[in-house]
């Protein structure tokens, strides 16, 4: 079946502009994360759905990340008036929910900041 | 909090010699433990994971790892490598009363050389 699909693959754009990135996860994963990749510094956790609960947001660096995840399927990711720093791979995974479930991984949109 | 290490960011190693990956942890309770592999120009792959029973566990592509409480490590091994096993491999935890977020390692980039 399909796996988690992420758009756009690859986005170049000017600091202080807003870029929505997107996250179709596998149908019938109740649960949805959000990472970046940065170089040098592994993963780093951004922001967690499960179902229909508040979001876990502790991971989100600053208040010009938001995202949110519609009809419990797709989810959008957006950062506001971004800056070079956020520069990174951004990577969706879904699973079947917590209690150690295997995370499937999109193939992450590449954010260049310019 | 939690928090992994990767001591090795890189490394290199001939086609058919055995490998170790290292991979130590910090935690102050009890976590399930993850090895994800991300292959040139793929996304992250679940390679293997201990949640509980035997601390060996097993890939099937012939990696293991041995999760060893008193040394807070979970290092990745295999006996003999291929050209086919270059990638990029992060080691994550996640705390057992909240297993909705990975937290991962920086990586160690495994190079294979025939």
């Known amino acids: 079946g399909a796996g988690v699909s992420q758009s756009p693959s690859n986005k170049v754009t000017e600091k202080g502009k807003d870029v929505e990135l997107r996250c179709d996860p596998i149908?019938?994963?109740?649960?949805l994360y959000w990472y970046r990749q940065s170089l040098g510094q592994g993963l780093e956790f951004l922001i967690y759905?499960?179902?229909?609960?508040?979001?876990?947001k502790s991971g989100l660096p600053s208040d010009r990340f938001s995202a949110e995840r519609t009809g419990g399927s797709v989810s959008t990711l957006t950062i506001q008036r971004t800056q070079q720093e956020d520069s990174a791979v951004y990577l969706c995974?879904?699973?079947?929910?917590?209690?150690?479930?295997?995370?499937?991984f999109g193939p992450g949109t590449r954010l260049t900041v310019t | 909090a939690q928090s992994v290490t990767q001591l090795d960011s890189q490394v290199p190693v001939f086609e058919e010699a055995p490998v170790e990956l290292r991979c130590n942890y910090s935690?102050?309770?009890?976590?399930?433990l993850f090895w994800y592999v991300q292959y040139p120009n793929q996304g992250l792959q679940l390679l293997l994971k201990?949640?509980?029973?035997?601390?060996l566990v097993e890939s099937i592509n012939g990696f293991e790892a041995e999760f060893n409480k008193s040394q807070t490590s979970f290092h990745l091994r295999k006996p003999s490598v291929h050209i086919s096993d270059t990638a990029e491999y992060f080691c994550?935890?996640?705390?057992?009363?909240?297993?909705?977020?990975?937290?991962f390692g920086t990586g160690t980039r495994l190079q294979v050389f025939p």
């Open positions: 759905f499960q179902g229909n609960s508040a979001p876990d």
């Open positions: 201990y949640l509980s029973g035997s601390t």
């Open positions: 995974a879904s699973s079947l929910g917590s209690g150690g479930h295997e995370q499937y």
């Open positions: 994550a935890v996640t705390p057992l009363y909240n297993t909705d977020k990975l937290i």
């Open positions: 935690s102050s309770v009890s976590v399930y």
């Open positions: 149908s019938g994963h109740t649960a």
